[in-house]
């Protein structure tokens, strides 16, 4: 049979789909209220997020809930207990050495393949990139850079053209955004990290593979570095809230 030969049009292929429920819909908002609110660190980890009392909060019924806890456990935002509870991931040292393991060979991959192509639109939006950094550690705005820098990184990774390592790049950064907002957003580190971009950045403009992929490799070990002395530092501390929500 060649596609010639299929009598039904896709309009009276269409009511044979399940329909787009209100349900679905709703649970789209439930997850991207409760991501953003994870990832700037409104929802600390370690809190406990209860069905019904998200149901009750958002003024939904369950399921548009239990949809959005099942998408952020997902992404690696949400530990999932099967039968008894969901808890904002709390951060794992292993699990970090394990993603920032993967977001070197991806980011590094990724400046390699943006320096032999990047074009002027490009340079210059990453141009600015930098001044909005620079405006923020001035202005003593941790938070704020940390975003930037997120969007420096994500223009570059966007750059190499290739989809599949984009994909694995933008999950493996919402696995890890919230801890840099949280943990690396302090003045000494951020004026080593804007230096850091400013490098990377002229070695895209340059062309220069190697120096692109190997400043960013280490720019990323750095960041690990830091955020693991941070946690090892919390822990001992014992300074991890924890709440329900």
């Known amino acids: 049979m060649t596609e010639y030969d299929i009598k039904e049009t896709l309009t009276e292929l269409l009511p044979k789909f399940p329909a787009i429920t209100r349900s679905e819909t709703l649970a789209d908002k439930v997850f991207a209220y409760l991501e953003e609110a994870i990832i700037e660190g409104e929802i600390r980890a370690g809190t406990r997020l209860v069905e019904t009392d998200l149901a009750e909060k958002f003024g939904v019924s369950r399921p548009p809930v239990r949809e959005a806890i099942q998408r952020l456990g997902a992404n690696g935002l949400v530990r999932i207990v099967p039968h008894k509870c969901a808890v904002v991931a709390l951060p794992d040292i292993e699990e970090v050495k394990e993603i920032y393991a993967a977001k070197r060979l991806i980011e590094g991959f990724s400046a390699r393949e943006a320096a032999g192509r990047l074009g002027s639109k490009e340079t210059i939006q990453l141009k600015s990139l930098i001044r909005k950094m620079e405006t923020h550690i001035r202005r003593q705005e941790g938070d704020k850079y940390t975003r930037v820098a997120e969007q420096f990184h994500d223009l570059v990774n966007r750059a190499a053209g290739n989809k599949v390592t984009y994909g694995i790049y933008q999950k493996l950064s919402k696995q890890t955004l919230w801890h840099r907002i949280n943990f690396l957003s302090f003045p000494g580190r951020l004026k080593r990290s804007l230096g850091e971009h400013k490098q990377i950045l002229d070695a895209l403009i340059q062309g220069n593979q190697d120096l692109a992929e190997s400043l960013i490799k280490e720019h990323i070990e750095y960041s690990k570095k830091i955020l693991l002395e941070r ?15």
């Open 231 to 245: 946690l090892s530092k919390n822990a001992r501390d014992g300074s991890r809230g924890r709440g329900e929500i």
